[in-house]
């Protein structure tokens, strides 16, 4: 099947790191995404890697690709308020779908 | 820039009415994508288009049809609406392929009783 799975909350403190967890079933995929949802608003691609690739760093995020487990991690340095939001990984398939995950909502306490 | 635009923003439906979701992009994109969103769910592809006069299935078409008269515009088509497409839909861009970056709508809300 083509599920992508992700646990449905994340709950951290203002300052800690956040970490979201994706496993994926496509070993085919040649991109892996990070999208983030605010409320009432459509998805913002956060960053995106690379098949080829097992890290990948952008300011306060660090997204981890194990492709052996076909596990995509996406961590957050320094979380802030902001951040508060439903993060949604995906893979791209059949070379014009995108398959997505059910979402983890990270909410962030001060 | 806009971006990506849709109306309405929230509709209610009977079983049965039709509805045409506007969509549309002032990027000059050639690839658009309608996906609907169910509670708890990640988004679903109905449709996408890679260009004027160009469209093809997602992974959920049933129940939809879409045209791609201009670059600019990606209506999607409920004709019988069902309980079942009771869902928020959201339109996208993007420059190329899929591996560019993909700018999503604001989203519609819709509610079909």
């Known amino acids: 099947g083509e599920d992508v799975e992700q646990s449905l909350f994340l709950s951290v403190r203002e300052g800690d790191s956040s970490v979201i967890n994706c496993t994926y079933t496509d070993s085919s995929s040649t991109y892996l995404y990070w999208y983030k949802q605010e409320p009432g608003a459509g998805l913002q691609l956060l960053t995106y890697i690379f098949s080829n690739m097992d890290m990948k760093q952008d300011q306060r995020l660090t997204v981890l690709l194990n492709k052996k487990d076909k596990h995509l991690s996406l961590r957050i340095a320094d979380t802030q308020t902001g951040d508060s939001a439903i993060y949604f990984c995906a893979e791209d398939n059949a070379g014009n779908m995108l398959t997505f995950g059910g979402g983890t909502r990270l909410m962030v306490k001060p | 820039n806009a971006g990506v635009t849709q109306t309405p923003k929230f509709r209610i439906l009977k079983i049965g009415q039709s509805m045409t979701l506007q969509c549309a992009q002032d990027?000059?994109?050639?690839?658009m994508y309608w996906y609907r969103q169910d509670p708890g769910m990640g988004l679903k592809l109905i449709y996408y288009s890679v260009g004027a006069g160009i469209t093809d299935k997602g992974e959920v078409p049933n129940g939809y049809n879409v045209s791609r008269s201009t670059t600019e515009d990606f209506p999607l088509r409920l004709e019988l609406a069902a309980p079942s497409q009771t869902s928020v839909y959201f339109c996208?861009?993007?420059?190329?392929?899929?591996?560019?970056?993909?700018?999503f709508g604001p989203g519609t809300r819709l509610l079909v009783l």
């Open positions: 990027m000059n994109h050639n690839y």
């Open positions: 996208a861009s993007s420059p190329r392929l899929l591996q560019e970056t993909q700018y």
